[in-house]
Every structure is written in C-alpha cells, then in structure tokens.
C-alpha cells in the first residue's frame, strides 16, 4: 500500500516560516491535503488539492507539490498553530485513504 | 453550519460490544459519504471505515485492523451514521471520530469532523 512520511517533529520560532514535508512515491501525481489538529480537538482541513484552502484558514497557509514531496508552509508562524500536522492523499489503486504519520510543529 | 456529533462512547470490557453514533447537521447526509477514524493515546489518526453514499451504493469499506469486528452503516432518514463495534479488544481503545467525505478531482477530502468519542476497553 501507498506510505506517506513525515517528519516527527519540527520548531519553528515565532514569526518564521514552518515547512512540514510529506514524501511518497511520486507524490506529485495525487492530491494531497492537510489537516491540522490541537491537543484533545478534532482534525481541521487546512489545505486541500495541494494548495487550496478552505474557508476561514489563514492565507499564512499555503501548500505545494512535486515528485516525492509535499510541503505544507507556515508563515509568521504564531503560538497558536502549535499542533499536529497530517498529510493525506487518496490511494487509487486500493481506494482507500492513506495518512501521514502527522508532524508535531512547537513554537518556542 | 455543518456539524458531526458523536456519541455512544465509554468503559466497555474485551469481548463486549458497543454502538456509536455519528448525527449530522447543516447539509444534506444524503449526498455524502461518512468515514469514522480513531486516534489511541499519543498516536496519529486511522481510518477505521467508510460507507459511500446511496448513489454510489451505500456500500462500505472497513480498515483490516477491524474488518469482520466492526460494522459501518447509515441511516439517511434521522441524518446518523453508525459503528458498531463487536469483539472489542485492548487496543481499541482510542477517540473516535465521524467526518464528511467529499468527492474531488480524483480524490477524497475529509471537510467535516465531529469532536470524538471516546471508547476505553479494559477489564
């Protein structure tokens, strides 16, 4: 079946930019989206096919997308986007969904 | 406004079984697909199963770690999606949750969540 990985962890210090990677074979060739989740909360989409994003989610939030990695970027980075990160992608060959094994972003 | 909510979560014994509900509101249950996940303490999120919608069949897919033990279905008419969970064992134990499944281009996004049950099985 189809893998995703990410990075376990990653710092960024306020006001920097945060760029959590999701790799796969090929990866470029679906569509990936990205979730974000705070502690004890449910999964928010924040971006989706690649680089769009929903209603409501920061314009620091961006995404791209080419060969074997995915990015999802945090700009001017705040205390509040402190959380777990999960890339996810649909695998066409067992329809089915795949997840990344989410990224924890702390601010210092 | 959209909004999935959970429940039917609790303290169950290994070998017991259990029911979870998933009721939704703000759209129309209808024309979506509803996938339950699950996250066990400290751990990343697992898809757990998906029921499709009534034009696609209604039918189901189920993660391996649970197929044959847990069931998915829906009920369009009272808007709730369903788990049941049979032969529950240890590592069950997780928050659960429902969300909306959204046909794209190609894939499928996850729009919606509800905030979790939570599911504990131990003796």
């Known amino acids: 079946s189809y893998v995703l990985t990410q990075p376990h962890s990653l710092s960024v210090a306020p006001g920097k930019t945060a760029r959590i990677t999701c790799g796969g074979l090929n990866i470029g060739s679906y569509s990936v989206h990205w979730y974000q989740q705070k502690p004890g909360q449910a999964p928010v989409l924040v971006i989706y096919y690649d680089s769009d994003r929903p209603s409501g989610i920061p314009e620091r939030f961006s995404g791209s997308n080419s060969a074997n990695t995915a990015t999802l970027s945090i700009s001017r980075v705040e205390a509040g986007d402190e959380a777990d990160y999960f890339c996810?992608?649909?695998?066409?060959?067992?329809?089915?969904?795949?997840f990344g094994g989410g990224t924890k972003l702390t601010v210092l | 406004e959209v909004q999935l909510v959970e429940s039917g979560g609790g303290l169950v014994q290994p070998g017991r079984s259990l029911r979870l509900s998933c009721r939704v509101s703000g759209y129309s249950f209808g024309d979506y697909g509803v996938s339950w996940f699950r996250q066990a303490p400290g751990k990343g999120l697992e898809w757990v199963a998906f029921i499709r919608r009534k034009a696609d069949g209604t039918t189901t897919e189920h993660a391996a770690s649970v197929k044959g033990r847990f069931t998915i279905s829906r009920d369009d008419s009272e808007n709730t999606a369903y788990l049941q969970m049979n032969s529950l064992k240890t590592e069950d134990t997780a928050l659960y949750f429902c969300?909306?499944?959204?046909?794209?281009?190609?894939?499928?996004?996850?729009?919606?969540w509800g905030h979790g049950t939570l599911v504990t099985v131990s003796s």
């Open positions: 996810q992608v649909w695998d066409r060959n067992s329809d089915l969904p795949v």
């Open positions: 969300s909306r499944r959204v046909r794209g281009a190609g894939s499928y996004i996850f729009d919606h």
